[in-house]
Nanobody, 119 residues
Framework: QVQLVESGGGLVQPGGSLRLSCAASGIIFSIYDMGWYRQVPGKQRELVAT???????YYVDSVKGRFTISRDNAKNTVYLQMNSLKPEDTAVYYC?????????????WGQGTQVTVSS
């Protein structure tokens, strides 16, 4: 049974920081590309950042220079360090795991963790 469990969300003031974690089980974590997405009510889920199995990272423009995605394959965990948070970063943040080969395409999602940036 595959599980992705996010943690670390909460309420933070503008300019503050949070570190999200996503612990994976039931998959060979090291071969999966991992990602963080976010969603606000009434809007589509949007990509925030991804980190490939090989370690290459990608960020959407709105978070470049403020967020850092990383992974620890020994702990089966992916992180999102969020600094200089803005009210528009408020959303439910979801962790995803994706693996694709010629034989298989697998995608899994966590349950989400709420991040609220407000004074």
């Amino acid at each position: 049974q595959v599980q992705l469990v996010e943690s670390g969300g909460g309420l933070v003031q503008p300019g503050g920081s949070l570190r999200l974690s996503c612990a994976a089980s039931g998959i060979i974590f090291s071969i999966y590309d991992m990602g963080w997405y976010r969603q606000v009510p009434g809007k589509q889920r949007e990509l925030v950042a991804t980190i490939a199995s090989g370690g290459n990272a990608y960020y959407v423009d709105s978070v470049k220079g403020r967020f850092t995605i990383s992974r620890d394959n020994a702990k089966n965990t992916v992180y999102l360090q969020m600094n200089s948070l803005k009210p528009e970063d408020t959303a439910v943040y979801y962790c995803s795991a994706h693996y694709q080969s010629s034989l298989r395409n697998s995608e899994y999602w966590g349950q989400g963790t709420q991040v609220t940036v407000s004074s």
